[in-house]
């Protein structure tokens, strides 16, 4: 579903050139749930916004479900991108939009009829369990709740793949576990390839597949989570 081949990003500044990813190999399988792990600093935001080309690489190829993302015309790349999603650790919710509108703009955007974009918010508000909360503004909502707004959101128009950016790094521990639940709920029902980054072991542990571990723009190393976290 996801292939990056030899994917670079250096990072270019009045103070210099940072190597945030360097020659980076990786293929996410349809319906996996994948985790990059790694400390702060180490490419892991970098890599996961190459896979959309929201961060533009400097090398290599990027390859979603048989587009080669890296070689398409500004304009393809956003219709392409309407088949991922992504959700983000500080949510990006329009605070004076109503829980319904924020779920709602990506179908505005794309130009869906009101009745159908009705419908769409009313089985997505139910999917990620707000129901009754529709009308309410992101401030009245907890955390959790307002990450499942983001969850709606970026699932509206149907993608194929979902990138959750740090999604559960600002959430307590109870709350993680319950939107972790979620994710892979919805990775079941929808059969949604998840890339995930994340520093969080638990997150790892809890829901991926496969895991990459990166570090200093390198994957240091990749594989089954049980086999990558549970060496003597
Ligand atoms: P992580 O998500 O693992 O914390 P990042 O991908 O954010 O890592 O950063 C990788 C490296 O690239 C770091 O050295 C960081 O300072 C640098 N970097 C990230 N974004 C930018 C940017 N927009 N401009 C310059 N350097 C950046
Ligand atoms: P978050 O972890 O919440 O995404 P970050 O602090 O990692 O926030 O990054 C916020 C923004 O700053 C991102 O757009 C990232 O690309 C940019 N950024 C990160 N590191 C640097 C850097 N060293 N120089 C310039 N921009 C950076």
Known sequence: MIQLQGVSKQYTSGRGTVTALQKIDLTV???????????SGAGKSTLIRTINLLEKPTGGT??????????????????ERRSIGMIFQHFHLLSSSTVADNIA?????????????????????????L??????????????????VGIARALATNPKVLLCDEATSALDP????????LLLDINRKLQITIVLITHEMHVIRTICDRVAVIDGGHIVEMGPVTDVFLKP
Do not use: C, W
Request: glycine content about 12%.
């Open 62 to 79: 990027v390859i979603i479900d048989g587009v080669e993302m890296t070689k398409l015309s500004s304009r393809r790349l956003q219709e």
């Open 174 to 181: 109870q709350t993680t576990n319950s939107i972790l639940s």
């Open 29 to 39: 399988n349809k319906g996996e749930i994948f985790g990059i792990i790694g400390h």
């Open 105 to 129: 703009f990506p179908l505005r955007l794309s130009k869906r009829p009101e009745a159908e974009i009705k419908q769409r918010v009313q089985e997505l508000v139910g999917l990620v369990g």
């Open 131 to 148: 129901s009754g909360h529709e009308h309410k503004y992101p401030s009245q909502l907890s955390g959790g709740q307002k990450q499942r």
